[in-house]
């Protein structure tokens, strides 16, 4: 699945470009943004790719964020935000009027979790490397988000998070006011 970052263009206007490059796309009837390609186009050999107008995501994680509805102006807390197609995905759904803190507990994760950010020019998120689980061991120090409820070093206007181990597969997401 390719979807379409619209910070940079319409789906129209990605969509168009397809048959110039002699690809078949076919719109998600759910999600009329993302595209179904073939699955021998490789993306990162794609001038569109490469220029931040769209990024690959496997169908099912377009879900999360979908079901999650981020509105314009809203703040969210990505716990375990690696390598950040979800995250970007919120950036977008945002449309540059809120903002993403997106955590992830890896150095190496969070280096891919940057270039996402940075391909697809994505100013609206921030990036902080703690350890999300901290909520489960109450007496080791917490970066980021404390166990539910509390608000020592809590991010500014952001609620409170209970969140698993970074992982890639677990992931709290909350949105604020």
Known sequence: MLWTNTLRVTPGHLGGIFPGEGLAADRLSWEPSTFRLPAYVRMGDRWWYLGGLAHCQKEASLLPVRLLDPQPGEGVLDVCAAPGGKTAQIAVALGGRGTVLANDISHGRSRALRAT??????????????????????????????????????????????????????????VSQ
């Open 117 to 174: 950010i940075e391909r697809l020019g994505l100013a609206n998120v921030s990036t902080t490397m703690h350890d999300g689980a901290c909520s489960r061991n109450p007496g080791k120090k917490c970066g980021l988000v404390p166990r539910a409820g509390m608000s020592a070093n809590q991010p500014a206007g952001f609620a409170s998070a209970a969140a698993s181990s970074c992982t890639g597969q677990a992931r709290a997401l909350m």
